[in-house]
C-alpha cells in the first residue's frame, strides 16, 4: 500500500465546552514531511485542536487521522504522535538518557538498543555524551533539544509543538527558530506548531493557518498569508499593518476609493466584492509606504499625503516612524529605508509620503 | 546615592528584639522537652537499692531485654504501627490524588474540609464513637445479624484489625496533607507527557507520580508513624487488655507500678525506636530528612 499524502487529516472537527466552541468545524490536511503552524492569539482554540490531535481531548463531532488511520478512541499512548510540550515537561527525577529512553523503555525495547538510541540521538540534536545529565544542569536550548530528542527517538509519524519557544529569552529564541528549522529538514518528520507569535510562524513554516474563534480564517505559505490577505483578521494579525476604516466612497473594478471617518481619502486594491457605500477596511503595510522629503518626489502612480513625524522609532532594520497625516491626524506608521537616507529624521519635521493603491488592501465589512 | 533603610542584625537593638522573639521557642524548646528528657535519662540510668537510696546502673535496660512481654510488646508496637503507616498511606494517596488532581472549585475545599472534621471532636470521643459501633450490642454486628450475614452479634472490639481501623482513621488527615502539598506542585504536564510518550498509568505512577511526592510520603510517613506510636489512647480502647501496646507499658511502669525509672527507660527505647525507623525508612529511599521537611 503507497504511503497516504497526508500524515495528518482533521475533518470537520468540533469541540465546545459547554457553549464555548472551542474548535468549529475545522478540517485540515498536512503533508508528509511539512512544517505546518498553527497561529492565532490566545483563546483562538489551537491549543484545543493540537490536544484533540494528540488524543488527550476527543473531539464532539468529525475525525482526526493520523498517517491515513481514524485516531476515534485511541488514546494519547497508542497514537503515532508526540509532543513537546510548552514548558516541555522533561522528567527532572530522571536523567537526561533517561529522559530521551523513556518511550523507547515504554515500549519494551532492550537496554542496549536504548543505550545505543538514545546515544544517537542525542548527537544528532547536538548533544552528545549528556545521557548522564541532571534536567536542571541544561540551558534553556539544551533543554529545548532533549524534549524533541526525548520524541523524535520514537519515529512518530507526527511531531506536535505547543508553543515551545515560549519560554524562552528573546536571543535564545531567535536562535532555537533556526536551529528547529534546521532539526525538522534534517529529520523530515512532519511537524505541526501552534504559536501565537507571527514571526515564528512565517519563518519556520512550510504552510500557516491563522485561527481564530475556533475557525481557519486562512491557510497557505507564509508568502500568501502576508501579501495576499483574504480576510481582515489576517491583514491585521499577520506582520504589522496601518488600519484605515471607512466607507467605499467608489469602486472601479481594481480600485476602491475609501472615505474614512476623519475625511482621509485613500485608494486599495479590493479583496472579493465590494460596492459604493460598503463599510470597508485598509490596510497598508508600512513597508510599501514611501517616504519623501517633499511631495514632487511621490510620482503617479503613487498617491501622496503630507504629514508630519511623530516619533521616530529607531530599531536597526526594523526602523520606523509614527506619521500623523495633515489635515485629519490619521496615524501612520512607516517603515524607514535601509539606505540611511532618512537617518537625521526627527519628530516634528513634515514630510509626505505615498503608496501604490495596488499593494493596499481593501476587505467589505462584515455586517454585526 | 539612594538612601536604603537597612536592619543592622549585629545592632545591640536587634539582637535584643530578635532574642525577645524566639524567647517563646527556646523556653518551650529547653523547658517542655530538653529539660524533661536529660531527666528521664538521669531516671533511667539509676535503680533504687535501698529507700530513698539510688545508684547509676543499667537494670532498667536489662529487665526490659530479659523480660520477654516487654519486648515483644515493643516490637508488635513497632510492626503494628509501620503496618497502620502503610495503610495510612495507601488510603491516603488515592484521596490527595483526587482532591489535587481531579476534584475542582468548590468540591476540593469542600473535600479538604471533610478531612478536618473529625478533627473538631477530641480523639475520647472519637474512638468512643468506634466503640458504640463496633461492640457485640453496638451498631455494626447488629446490622450483620439483621442482614443475615452472622447469626449471632460479633464482637468486633479488641482485634488488633479494630486497633489498625482507628489509628488508620486518626492518622489520614497527617498524610492527605502534606501528600496533598507535594502532588499539587507536580506539573499535569509531566503526567501527560508521559502518558503521550507511551507510559501506562502504572509506570507514570512508579517514575513520574512517586518519585516526586517522594518527600511528601516520607513527611506523612514520619508524622504517621510517630503518632501511631506514640498513641495510647486508641490502642488502650479499642484493643482492650490485648492490646499490648508500649505506651501502655510506659503508662503502667509511671502511673500503676509507680517505677518511674522503669517508665523512663521505656521512654528512652521508645525515643530510640522512633529515631531507628525513620532513620531507615529515609536511607532506604534515599532521601534527607532536612530535605523532606523542607518539602513538606
Known amino acids: 500500500m503507497a504511503a497516504p499524502e497526508f500524515d495528518l487529516e482533521v475533518d470537520r472537527v468540533t469541540k465546545s465546552y459547554g457553549t464555548h466552541r472551542a474548535v468549529d468545524d475545522l478540517s485540515l490536511a498536512v503533508r508528509r514531511g511539512n512544517f505546518f503552524s498553527i497561529l492565532g492569539p490566545s483563546g483562538c482554540g489551537k491549543t484545543t485542536l493540537l490536544r484533540l490531535i494528540a488524543g488527550f481531548l476527543e473531539p464532539d463531532a468529525g475525525e482526526v487521522r493520523i498517517g491515513g488511520q481514524s485516531m476515534r478512541g485511541m488514546l494519547p499512548n497508542r497514537r503515532p504522535v508526540n509532543m513537546v510540550f510548552q514548558h516541555l515537561a522533561l522528567f527532572p527525577m530522571i536523567s537526561v538518557g533517561e529522559n530521551v529512553g523513556y518511550g523507547l523503555a515504554r515500549r519494551g525495547a532492550a537496554p542496549s538498543l536504548i543505550r545505543e538510541r538514545v546515544a544517537t540521538m542525542l548527537k544528532r540534536v547536538g548533544l552528545p555524551g549528556a545521557e548522564a545529565k541532571r534536567i536542571d544542569q541544561l540551558s534553556g536550548g539544551q533543554k529545548q533539544r532533549v524534549a524533541i530528542a526525548r520524541s523524535l527517538v520514537l519515529e512518530p509519524t507526527l511531531l506536535l509543538l505547543d508553543e515551545p519557544l515560549g519560554a524562552l529569552d528573546l536571543k535564545l529564541r531567535e536562535h532555537m527558530k533556526i536551529e528547529l528549522k534546521q532539526l525538522q529538514a534534517d529529520f523530515g518528520t512532519t511537524f505541526v506548531y501552534i504559536t501565537h507569535d507571527q514571526s515564528e510562524a512565517l519563518v519556520l513554516s512550510d504552510h500557516v493557518a491563522v485561527m481564530n474563534a475556533g475557525r481557519f480564517e486562512q491557510v497557505g505559505t507564509p508568502q500568501e498569508l502576508y501579501y495576499q490577505p483574504q480576510t481582515p483578521f489576517v491583514a491585521g494579525f499577520v506582520g504589522s499593518n496601518n488600519r484605515l476604516a471607512g466607507t467605499a466612497a467608489r469602486v472601479d473594478g481594481e480600485v476602491v476609493d475609501l472615505d474614512s471617518a476623519q475625511g482621509l481619502r485613500v485608494r486599495a486594491r479590493p479583496s472579493g466584492a465590494i460596492a459604493a457605500g460598503d463599510a470597508v477596511e485598509a490596510f497598508v503595510r508600512p513597508e510599501v509606504v514611501s517616504l519623501a522629503r517633499a511631495a514632487a518626489e511621490l510620482v503617479a502612480p503613487l498617491q501622496s499625503f503630507a504629514g508630519r513625524v511623530e516619533s521616530v522609532l529607531f530599531d536597526g532594520a526594523n526602523s520606523a516612524v509614527l506619521l500623523r497625516e495633515e489635515h485629519t491626524d490619521a496615524e501612520f506608521r512607516v517603515a524607514l529605508p535601509q539606505t540611511g537616507r532618512f537617518a537625521n529624521l526627527r519628530a516634528g519635521e513634515s514630510v509626505a509620503f505615498g503608496f501604490d493603491a495596488q499593494r493596499a488592501v481593501c476587505f467589505k465589512l462584515a455586517r454585526a | ?296
Open chain 2, 1 to 296: 546615592m539612594t538612601a536604603t533603610a537597612t536592619i543592622d542584625l549585629a545592632a545591640p537593638r536587634t539582637r535584643l528584639a530578635l532574642g525577645l522573639l524566639f524567647a517563646p521557642a527556646l523556653v518551650w524548646l529547653v523547658g517542655l522537652i530538653v529539660l524533661p528528657h536529660v531527666d528521664l535519662a538521669v531516671l533511667s540510668l539509676r535503680s533504687r537499692v535501698a529507700p530513698r537510696t539510688y545508684e547509676f546502673s543499667f537494670d532498667n535496660y536489662r529487665t526490659f531485654i530479659d523480660e520477654p512481654l516487654y519486648w515483644h510488646t515493643f516490637v508488635r508496637t513497632a510492626v503494628m504501627s509501620i503496618v497502620a503507616t502503610a495503610c495510612t498511606l495507601l488510603i491516603a494517596f488515592p484521596t490527595a490524588w483526587y482532591i489535587v488532581k481531579i476534584a475542582r472549585g468548590r468540591t476540593k475545599s469542600v473535600l479538604l474540609v471533610l478531612c478536618l472534621i473529625p478533627f473538631w471532636v477530641s480523639e475520647t470521643v472519637r474512638t468512643l464513637g468506634w466503640m458504640i459501633l463496633l461492640r457485640e450490642s453496638g451498631v455494626l454486628p447488629h446490622l450483620l445479624v439483621g442482614l443475615g450475614i452472622t447469626a449471632q452479634p460479633v464482637e468486633m472490639l479488641y482485634h488488633d484489625a479494630t486497633i489498625l481501623v482507628g489509628l488508620v482513621y486518626t492518622s489520614l488527615l497527617f498524610m492527605v496533607v502534606p501528600l496533598a502539598n507535594a502532588l499539587e506542585s507536580l506539573d499535569d504536564a509531566l503526567i501527560e507527557a508521559a502518558y503521550d510518550l507511551g507510559g501506562d498509568a502504572w509506570s507514570i505512577l512508579r517514575q513520574i507520580v512517586i518519585p516526586h511526592a517522594a518527600p511528601g510520603i516520607a513527611a506523612g510517613s514520619i508524622v504517621v508513624f510517630m503518632l501511631t506510636l506514640g498513641n495510647y489512647l486508641t490502642p488502650t480502647l479499642l484493643g482492650g487488655k490485648n492490646s499490648l501496646w508500649f505506651t501502655e507499658q510506659i503508662y503502667a511502669q509511671f502511673i500503676t507500678r509507680f517505677n518511674w525509672e522503669q517508665g523512663a527507660a521505656f521512654g528512652f527505647l521508645l525515643l530510640l525506636l522512633s529515631t531507628a525507623i525513620v532513620w531507615l525508612g529515609l536511607a532506604l529511599t534515599g532521601q534527607r530528612f532536612g530535605d523532606v521537611m523542607r518539602r513538606a
